[in-house]
């Protein structure tokens, strides 16, 4: 059974994180650059950053507690 053996699983974490949080993030910075210019634009990225980070931490979150 030794060829059953999971070894590091770090970067499973990291890529799951980074599903998890990366996009977000990206809508985020992107919304503080438009924000001078187009506010309605910077908003609309806010929100959709934010959604983004609720239904990922929904279903991230579930995946990983399971």
Do not use: H, Q
């Not at 977000?24 to 934010?50: D, M, Q």
């Not at 959604?51 to 931490?57: A, E, F, P, Q, R």
């Amino acid at each position: 059974m030794f060829f059953l053996e999971v070894g590091n699983l770090d970067g499973i974490l990291y890529f799951i994180l980074a599903i998890m949080f990366g996009p977000a993030i990206l809508l985020a910075i992107i919304g503080f650059i438009l924000l001078k210019r187009y506010k309605k634009a910077a908003k609309v990225l806010f929100i959709l950053a934010a959604l983004y980070c609720i239904v990922s931490l929904g279903i991230c979150g579930t995946i990983m507690m399971s």
